[in-house]
């Protein structure tokens, strides 16, 4: 992954399993953010291959990879909400854009998914009158509007309190559980990567590579660097 010449990452190897938890994780400016605008099509990879399902989604036509994107969801840090929108209204942007059904068969969708995150008769609030906690929730609602394969999360926990950050790290897991959807979560939160993953890629600013892939609690214990030992460690005596 490069801007220019100036390469963010290289030499990166990692595989993410059908319905896993898949941390994206690492110090602040290593590429976290980057790499999942790699892989969910806002950036091309300088050099490399990015395989679904054993296809490339780069090194093929532009309408086959917007076909592939149509199984994405995307749950961005601040929520990018429509703040002049209701929580339905914003919900309901993808599926008046691709698909066919009906304003009251959209409706009606828009208020489960709304359901499926906790936020049932919310539907005619706006942004600016819920809380940040529900904003991201908002955010999962819309990202799950397609029925996708794949969730990407960035950064979903930050800005929140504690509680709002562990209520949205069980609501990742309820959707996986109930759904079988695979999620890819770029995070930095240590309460977040243990409680949720199942594994993990760690990204190095220093060497601009990956230092290990795997469970993250198999890489605290028996870390094959100690930068990842240290990250992962944070705040224990």
């Not at 709002?164 to 995070?187: K, P, W, Y």
């Amino acid at each position: 992954m490069a801007y220019g010449d100036f390469v963010i990452q290289r030499d990166l190897d990692f595989a993410v399993h059908r319905g896993e938890i898949f941390i994206v994780m690492g110090g602040s400016g290593c590429g976290k953010s980057t790499l999942m605008r790699h892989l969910i099509g806002l950036k091309t990879p300088a050099q490399g291959e990015i395989l679904y399902d054993g296809e490339s989604f780069w090194d093929t036509t532009v309408e086959h990879r917007q076909q592939m994107m149509r199984k994405f969801g995307v749950m961005y840090q601040s929520g990018a909400l429509w703040s002049s929108m209701t929580l339905a209204e914003n919900v309901s942007l993808p599926l008046e854009e691709f698909t066919n059904l009906t304003p009251a068969e959209i409706r009606e969708v828009a208020a489960f998914k709304l359901a499926l995150v906790g936020l049932a008769g919310f539907d005619d609030f706006r942004p600016s009158e819920i809380s940040g906690g529900m904003r991201k929730r908002v955010g999962v609602a819309r990202a799950m509007a397609l029925d996708p394969d794949i969730l990407y999360f960035d950064e979903p926990s930050a800005g929140l309190d504690p509680l709002s950050g562990r209520l949205l790290d069980e609501l990742i897991l309820e959707l996986r559980d109930s759904l079988g959807t695979t999620m890819v979560v770029v995070t930095h939160e240590l309460a977040s990567i243990f409680s949720i993953a199942d594994n993990s890629v760690f990204l190095d600013q220093e060497t601009s590579t990956m230092l290990a892939t795997g469970p993250p609690k198999e890489l605290r214990d028996n870390p094959p660097d100690p930068k990842i030992r240290q990250f992962l460690t944070r705040g224990e005596s």
